[in-house]
T-cell receptor, first 114, second 116 residues
Framework: DSGVTQTPKHLITATGQRVTLRCSPR?????VYWYQQSLDQGLQFLIQ???????AKGNILERFSAQQFPDLHSELNLSSLELGDSALYFC?????????????FGPGTRLLVL | GNSVTQMEGPVTLSEEAFLTINCTYT??????LFWYVQYPGEGLQLLLK?????DKGSNKGFEATYRKETTSFHLEKGSVQVSDSAVYFC???????????????FGAGTRLAVHP
């Protein structure tokens, strides 16, 4: 158990809908990262928040947004969903950020868009 | 840009066989290198890491050495067990990547299946 929790575990929805994925980092960690794992794109970095502020951005679509709240949990919002958004979404956390720092991953949320 | 290339799987071995999973990278400067493992139905777990050239990371019988001259970080284990069956991901963090040390860049993953 990494100490990172994600809810829900599974989500099934329809095209055009909006969903929210939730992540609670390990106790004491200030950074939260979101990654998408799909069959065609592999594991891709989406976005990072550090202590409530956006720190780094990857290939995140404009339809996707995230935020980190004062209690440090984070939410990833996916809107106008398309079939291609079906994937496993991972949240990771770390103390801050740095060369050798380990990112600890949650169990993921599996999203299926029908 | 920075990237990681892993050998394609699946890799199928008998128990107690020797394992090598090749990983090479393209990066500017000196990235940090990682191996993560994903067991069926679970998230990724850090297996080992190395942050500078010639460092050897090791854990649970697995090891990998950061080779700057060959830009490689191959994963090895002397005697695999059925419980090692999983998908293994090589990854890097680079200060010269957009997002710097904040993001992990992953290889495509290599599936390992170990049979009794």
């Amino acid at each position: 158990d990494s100490g990172v929790t994600q809810t829900p575990k599974h989500l099934i929805t329809a095209t055009g809908q909006r969903v929210t994925l939730r992540c609670s980092p390990r106790s004491g960690d200030l950074s939260v990262y979101w990654y998408q794992q799909s069959l065609d794109q592999g594991l891709q970095f989406l976005i990072q928040y550090y202590n409530g502020e956006e720190r780094a951005k990857g290939n995140i679509l404009e339809r996707f947004s995230a935020q980190q709240f004062p209690d440090l949990h984070s939410e990833l919002n996916l809107s106008s969903l398309e079939l291609g958004d079906s994937a496993l979404y991972f949240c990771a956390s770390s103390a801050g950020g740095g060369a050798g720092e380990t990112q600890y991953f949650g169990p993921g949320t599996r999203l299926l868009v029908l | 840009g920075n990237s990681v290339t892993q050998m394609e799987g699946p890799v199928t071995l008998s128990e107690e066989a020797f394992l090598t999973i090749n990983c090479t990278y393209t990066a500017t400067g000196y990235p940090s290198l990682f191996w993560y493992v994903q067991y069926p139905g679970e998230g990724l777990q850090l297996l080992l890491k190395a942050t500078k050239a010639d460092d050897k990371g090791s854990n649970k019988g697995f090891e990998a050495t950061y080779r700057k001259e060959t830009t490689s970080f191959h994963l090895e284990k002397g005697s695999v067990q059925v419980s090692d069956s999983a998908v293994y991901f090589c990854a890097l963090k680079s200060p010269h990547e957009s997002g710097g040390y904040n993001k992990l860049i992953f290889g495509a993953g290599t599936r390992l299946a170990v049979h009794p």
